[in-house]
């Protein structure tokens, strides 16, 4: 049995209710796990509703998972191991080095996203998974990580050498058939759990409306807000079903922009009608379809925000207000990472990392920026926790809200397994698998 055993525990007890057609169900005899209950749960997050909605495809994995479970879970952790959670760092290198040990042990880091600089071959990206789930769970009782990566296909296409490239968004937008990307979010998730991953920074649900936007490009479905929503969905579905957290990007919508947020602070002057009837259409549909996790924009839209600027990632009325009230998201939501220009040029970043999780973030993420020293990547990690932690104390974030936040990030945790499956698929048969997907995709796009 796999180290993670009280998160596999509770994975069991909650997937049970829900029936699925995909092949990731608990075997016969996990199903004799149980776990502790706790008869007076210390934490009762208030949660907007959840999605009911049931996507169409051939596959249906559980939309939720039992919070009142996941709250029992989060209150057995201390106030360092919940703003662990909260954190999805990054580390320098194919391996971990004793720095990177030391902190995930002392700081109860519970989620990691890796990068290119990471991933040197497939056989090390397997060691590094595994070594990372093994710590994370020795960190935070049992707890496995959220190990991410940014597997898009296209120009953002984060595998080692030996793995063959992916078509883009750009290309299954104009082929147009859901049936075609539920088939490649399938093939990309099976990769993805060979590798070690369960989480992929995908898909895009931006609308790329604007032609001189520097950042998004090919990595979007298209120009139509309502194809990117189909053709989006279907990927989306087939992620889920390959039992990897699809975590759509960039909300509120990225596509309007004409600056780089790796850079500087991008600004839409979009009005809220068009806002709504494009940018967070694709969004809409997805969170009524059962998204899991979404991604923030550092980018920073007047008619949302107001006439201060500030970034979505930092802003209230766009996290609790937009997504959390109005489409009503019970999700994880993540941050796009605290190392990009947007945030490091104009804000000090535990001030940042305190403004999103009082805006409603549930995980700051920090990985960059590329050429980063391990040093100085865990000295921003460390300083964004202890200065979470230090506002908790001091009052300036409520506990209730760290507690929500923890409640709906073991939830996430929980119903997909994570820390019980990865590295059990067989990186020659997801190759191979990638590699039909991608002939499939090609001779649908030269035929249309």
């Not at 004793?98 to 002392?106: E, H, K, M, P, T």
């Not at 899991?292 to 008619?303: D, E, I």
């Amino acid at each position: 049995m796999r180290r993670s055993t009280l998160a596999l525990a509770v994975f069991v007890v909650l997937g049970l209710a829900a029936s699925t057609a995909c092949s990731n169900g608990p075997s016969s005899d996990e199903i004799g796990l149980v776990i502790r209950r706790v008869t007076s749960p210390s934490v009762t997050p208030t949660m907007v509703a959840t999605p009911t909605a049931t996507p169409s495809g051939t596959c249906s994995l559980p939309l939720e998972s039992d919070l009142a479970d996941a709250a029992e879970l989060a209150s057995q952790l201390t106030l360092e191991q919940k703003v662990g959670q909260m954190m999805m760092i990054g580390v320098v290198g194919p391996s971990l080095d004793s720095l990177s040990r030391n902190a995930i042990r002392d700081y109860h880091f519970g989620n990691v996203a890796l990068l290119g600089r990471n991933l040197e071959s497939i056989d090390a990206a397997r060691t590094l998974t595994v070594e990372l789930q093994e710590m994370a769970s020795e960190a935070n009782n049992g707890i496995g990580m959220l190990i991410a990566a940014d597997l898009e296909g296209g120009t953002v296409w984060r595998v080692p050498p030996g793995v063959p490239s992916f078509p883009s968004a750009a290309v299954l937008g104009a082929i147009g058939s859901p049936e075609i990307a539920e088939e490649a979010g399938g093939a990309v998730g099976n990769l993805a759990l060979a590798l070690g991953m369960n989480t992929d920074l995908a898909p895009v649900l931006d609308v790329n409306d604007n032609p001189a936007n520097p950042v998004i490009g090919s990595r979007s479905y298209g120009i139509d807000p309502d194809s990117v929503a189909v053709i989006g969905g279907a990927f989306i579905r087939g992620l889920r079903c390959s039992g990897v957290v699809p975590v759509a990007k960039h909300f509120p919508g990225h596509g309007s922009t004409s600056g780089d947020p790796h850079e500087l602070l991008p600004v839409v002057d979009d009005s809220i009608g068009q806002i709504r009837a494009v940018e967070l259409e694709p969004f809409r549909l997805a969170i009524e379809s059962g998204l899991p996790a979404v991604m923030t924009a550092h980018v920073y839209y007047p008619a949302l925000s107001g006439p201060a600027p500030m970034p979505a990632t930092l802003s209230p009325e766009v996290i609790s207000g937009i997504l959390r009230e109005e489409l009503r998201f019970g999700g994880v939501v993540l941050s796009d990472d605290f190392g990009m220009g947007a945030i490091t040029q104009n804000f000090g970043i535990v001030d940042a990392a305190i403004r999103a999780v009082s805006a409603g973030v549930d995980i700051i993420v920090i990985a960059g920026p590329w050429d980063v020293t391990q040093e100085d990547l865990l000295d921003r990690e460390v300083t964004i926790h202890r200065g979470i932690v230090q506002a908790v104390e001091d009052g300036r974030i409520s506990r209730e809200v760290v507690d929500a936040a923890v409640a709906r990030i073991l939830s996430l945790k929980l119903a997909f397994g994570v820390g019980s499956k990865e590295g059990q698929e067989e990186p020659e048969l997801a190759i191979r698998e990638i590699e039909r997907v991608a002939r499939l995709i090609s001779d649908a796009n030269a035929a249309r």
